[in-house]
């Protein structure tokens, strides 16, 4: 698994010390919250970092999750976005906090936006891990951010390639002979 990687981008201690951070920033912006905090985390790239960040908050949150699918190739995503698990919680009137692992294209947090906001939450943030610029097509406002990145493939900490090296500890960039081959 580690031969695959290129080069590393973030390593364990770099995550924990941004993770750490958000969850600093949320906990501080929430402190006085009467409603109760949702986290929602968009299964399955979001399930490391979240399992980290929930623990990095202070105040209570509650969890719940949502699974996204959106068509296209392995190493890019299309336009169109299929609801494959909605959440378990009405939403009406409380705070939620989407936890996403990396928003590149912006589709679908675009769209997953688009469909909590009609069911009146109090209020609705972003917290992403990484977002590569770059490659927007469509704009998404990202409240808590972990660190901008360039257009390279990444895989780890949650991260993928056609289900595989989620569970390296750090974000490398996959060597391009991988996913060419
Ligand atoms: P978007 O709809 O184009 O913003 O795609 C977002 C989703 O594509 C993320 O939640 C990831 O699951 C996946 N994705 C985007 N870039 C990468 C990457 O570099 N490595 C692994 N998955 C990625
Ligand atoms: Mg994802």
Redesign the pocket.
Known sequence: MHDDIERIVFTEEELKAKVKALGERISADYRDAKETVFCVG?LK?AVVFYTDLVRSISIPVQFDFMIAS?YGNATS?SGS?KLLKDLDYDIEGKHVIIV??????????HYLLRILKERKPKSIKLCALLS?PS?RAVDVDIDYLGAEVPD????GYG???AEVYRNLPYIGVLKPDIYRS
Request: aromatic share 8%; no cysteine.
């Open positions: 968009i790239g959106s995503t976005v996403e692992d990396i928003i590149d294209s912006g589709t679908t947090m590569k490659r390279e493939f990444l895989v991260l993928d390639y």
